[in-house]
């Protein structure tokens, strides 16, 4: 299956709520007028896209309708489109300009954060680079094993110490063995304890030293892991990971489990945090680069041009 399918058949759930929501609604009307604004807004809300998103996309509809003098409802559908593939910006890749690179990657328990990080790994060694992942969420044992699972799946090393060790160390055990085997990316697991900033943001202050002063010269990437079933409270939970953390990019994960799956355009719109991943499918190979074209057509359901 190739990717426009997997990633069609991976957001059909929250295509066909949403889809299904705005076509019965245009259809309802006979031209358009504010009432069909109001009620477009309240569905966008209802399909996650969030109320000041929401706000913001027919805002810059009601502009559009003005601007070129448009009558029939039906035609608001591809407006919406180009809107909402404006809004979600240009597709930021990840940033791998010196070597090793470093990725560091934050997220409550529960949202997919390990299993992700062994699909970035799978996929970024698949790319051919060399790849060290650091287990450094010590808070828990089951992710420390669970990684060292998915690492012998993905194919590359694990730095590991045991449950409770301090995480920085385990940080800079990575980056030394990084750059004794020439390695080309570090991932680094962190334990997700939002519910303790002060805890977390201290553990992240003491990781982010380590890489001040051992390899001051990496560009280090912070992505935020966020369960895309979870609607507006990824939105949420994402904002407060950017209070502690320099965040630089978003992996939406369960998006094949969703309806909520407009999320991702909030994210974008609020945040300013670019989605630079998504995860469509349970197997290793269901990571997917973001690819905001690609997304808004799965979701209006319109075929990808080869």
Known sequence: MGFFEKLKNGLKKTKDSMMGRIESLLHSFSKIDEDLFEELEETLILCDIGVTTSE????????????????????????????????????QKLDMSTI?????VIGVNGVGKTTTIGKLAYQLHKQGKKVIVAAADTFRAAAIDQLEVWTERAGVDIIKHNEGS?????????????????????ICDTAGRLHNKKNLMEELRKIYRILEREYPEAYLETLVVLDGTTGQNALSQARQFAEVANVTGIILTKLDGTAK???????????????????????????QKFDADAFVNALFDVEERS
């Open 261 to 287: 799956g407009g999320i991702a355009v909030a994210i974008q719109s609020e945040l300013d945090i670019p989605v630079k991943y998504i995860g469509v499918g349970e197997s290793i190979d269901d990571l």
């Open 100 to 104: 090793p690179s470093v990725i560091l």
């Open 56 to 91: 913001k996309i027919c805002d810059k509809l009601r502009q559009k309708v003005k601007q070129e003098g448009v009558k029939e409802p039906e035609k608001i559908k591809d407006m919406l489109k180009e809107i909402i593939t404006e809004m979600l910006g240009e597709d």
């Open 166 to 186: 301090d995480p920085a160390s385990v940080v800079f055990d990575a980056l030394v063995a990084a750059k004794a085997r020439l390695a080309d990316v570090v």
